[in-house]
């Protein structure tokens, strides 16, 4: 068994800064593509930045500039900055995890963490 845990969320005023963490366990051997995804209120969820295992990464036109995806292999981490949060930011933060194979050779793929609320207020 495989799990995904997120971290880092909170309320935080318009223009501030949050970082997001992500801890995958499990006896775990590999983890390829890891992601954020939000969902706000009302709204389908949506990708918000990917990073590859060999660090190459993709971001939501909404969020370029602001947010910043990266990873820790080793750690089998992967983090979030958000900078400069707007209020349209405000969501439940879910982590991602594409495939992940195991030391045992069991293979789960689209891993999914429990999210964590951000919130973007004065």
């Not at 789960?108 to 951000?118: A, E, I, K, M």
């Amino acid at each position: 068994q495989v799990q995904l845990v997120e971290s880092g969320g909170g309320l935080v005023q318009p223009g501030g800064s949050l970082r997001l963490s992500c801890a995958a366990s499990g006896s775990i051997f590999s983890i390829n593509t890891m992601g954020w995804y939000r969902q706000a209120p009302g709204k389908q969820r949506e990708l918000v930045a990917t990073v590859a295992t060999a660090g190459s990464t993709n971001y939501a036109d909404s969020v370029k500039g602001r947010f910043t995806i990266s990873r820790d292999n080793a750690k089998n981490m992967v983090y979030l900055q958000m900078n400069s949060l707007k209020p349209e930011d405000t969501a439940v933060y879910y982590c991602n995890a594409d495939r992940i194979v195991t030391i045992h050779g069991w293979t789960y793929r689209g891993v999914w963490g429990q999210g964590t609320l951000v919130t973007v207020s004065s």
